[in-house]
């Protein structure tokens, strides 16, 4: 069971996620060579040709939302930027999936707090500004 951790052929929901740890998330699962799964949205999948195709598609879907906002939050840009940059990139490979359009505010702001070094959540209060270095995806 992956839950919201793993979809296919539906949007991810990065919203109080942490992209720079998502990744080696997706690489540990694998390591225990899955032959099902239950993703986040949908029916099971069974197989392991079925799992992978997951896998890659969830990775996939991470790189193009924080690719983006981050290559935005480096060079000081705005959050709105990041937005278009992320529609940019997002758009011809996922709007047409389920959620993608409700998951996109949540993603885009998640990604772009996440690259300024915004360990928590935006919601939540906190006294620091925690930098850290996002893994690859």
């Not at 949205?41 to 939302?65: P, S, Y």
């Amino acid at each position: 069971l992956t839950g919201d951790i793993v979809e296919y052929k539906a949007a991810c929901y990065c919203g109080d996620g942490h992209f720079s740890d998502w990744g080696n998330t997706l690489d540990n699962i694998k390591s225990y060579d899955p032959t099902a799964i239950a993703p986040g949205r949908g029916d099971a999948l069974v197989g392991v040709e079925q799992v992978d195709a997951a896998l890659d598609f969830t990775r996939d879907f991470l790189l193009n939302t924080y690719r983006p906002a981050a290559a935005v939050a480096a060079r000081g840009g705005s959050l709105k930027e990041a937005w278009d940059a992320v529609r940019a990139a997002c758009d011809p490979k996922f709007s047409d999936v389920p959620i993608y359009e409700h998951c996109l505010p949540f993603n885009v702001t998640r990604a772009y707090d996440e690259a300024l070094g915004m360990a928590r959540l935006r919601h939540r209060r906190s006294g620091q500004r925690q930098r850290r270095s996002p893994a690859s995806i």
